[in-house]
């Protein structure tokens, strides 16, 4: 749902996370050109606890901006802070996508890297430049032993993957995209074969959603609001005029060869039936018993409870 144009903001925070792959390697003039953004206060922040302490004080000061400068983690540490406690007006949230994989950026509509996305900032403040792209889109709610609020939630072979980018990929020295993609094809060479590997392990888990019970054995579950995922995946296709898109895959399911190019362009209602083990639709809510780790906008968490997910009100994403 795209919405009008803003006029100018008078108040912005930009929140940068000097780790982030992309803004990392130019921080020196971001840094400059943040300062040269009228209206603009600028807090630096890599850690969850920094980036909530910057927001919650912006929050009670006032924003009509924030303009979140880093990865999907970065942004999802933001969303966390914001909504866990929504006691003000939420700003509109300006998103660069500054880190190493920036799906939710990508998905949300940022095209610009982080220096002419700022430059482009800067010329809207001044009130001679383009007004950003807005876009109305809800956040997953997660409820475990913590809150938190996100746009991607993953766990079996999701969580695996995010791990060993982090244990054999990153160490590597690959930089941008490209080693969340090589992890990707590692999963996908692992998948084809549909027999036992570590990277594939059986996630036993109860799901309950909107009136749908399942228990299995899981290869993956992910639960989004966003509606393309890493390089133009787009693994579900349920029907239901419901705000956050569900997929499971039953651990070795059937036909997999067959079915997974399908599963992954969208197209699943052709080939992915629940039968054979692939369930997707659109819920309200997700109830999940039994999995104690996931994956939430690529960052890990761990919970001793059961996990509910559900979807915030439309917030207000602003991209260049």
């Not at 921080?27 to 969850?48: C, H, Q, T």
């Not at 949300?108 to 809207?124: T, V």
């Not at 990277?199 to 799901?207: F, M, T």
Request: glycine residues 10%; positive net charge; hydrophobic residues 45%.
């Amino acid at each position: 749902m795209r919405e009008q144009a803003l006029p100018p903001p008078a108040r912005l925070g930009i929140l940068l996370n000097p780790l982030s792959g992309r803004v990392k390697r130019c921080l020196p003039r971001l840094r400059a050109l943040a300062a040269s953004v009228p209206g603009a206060s600028m807090y630096e922040a890599s850690r969850p606890e920094a980036v909530a302490h910057a927001v919650q004080r912006w929050q009670a000061d006032g924003l009509d901006v924030l303009v979140i400068m880093g990865g999907d983690g970065t942004l999802q540490a933001a969303l966390t802070a914001l909504l866990h406690e929504p006691t003000r007006p939420l700003p509109a949230l300006l998103v660069v996508p500054g880190g190493t994989t920036n799906m939710s950026a990508a998905d949300l509509g940022a095209r610009l890297k982080p220096e002419p996305a700022l430059k482009a900032l800067a010329a809207w403040a001044h009130g001679r430049g383009n007004a950003p792209r807005s876009i109305l889109r809800p956040a997953l709610r997660v409820e475990g032993s913590s809150l938190q609020f996100g746009l991607f939630f993953g766990t079996g072979a999701i969580l695996t993957g995010v791990r060993y980018f982090h244990q054999h990929v990153r160490p590597t020295g690959v930089r941008g995209a490209l080693g969340p993609a090589l992890t990707f094809i590692r999963l996908l060479l692992s998948l084809l074969r549909n027999k036992p590997h570590p990277l594939l392990p059986a996630s036993p888990a109860a799901l309950q959603g909107d009136g749908h019970q399942w228990q299995n054995d899981w290869l993956l579950v992910l639960a989004s609001t966003l509606d393309t995922l890493l390089i133009g995946c787009r693994p579900y296709w349920g029907r239901e005029m419901a705000p956050m898109h569900f997929t499971a895959v039953v651990h070795q399911p059937r036909r997999l060869m067959r079915v997974l190019p399908f599963l992954l362009s969208g197209r699943g209602a052709r080939r992915a039936h629940e039968r054979d083990g692939y369930i997707s639709r659109n819920l309200t809510t997700l109830d999940m018993h039994g999995t104690h780790h996931f994956i939430l906008d690529g960052e890990q968490f761990e919970t001793t409870v059961p996990i509910r997910l559900s979807t915030t009100a439309p917030l207000r994403f602003l991209t260049y």
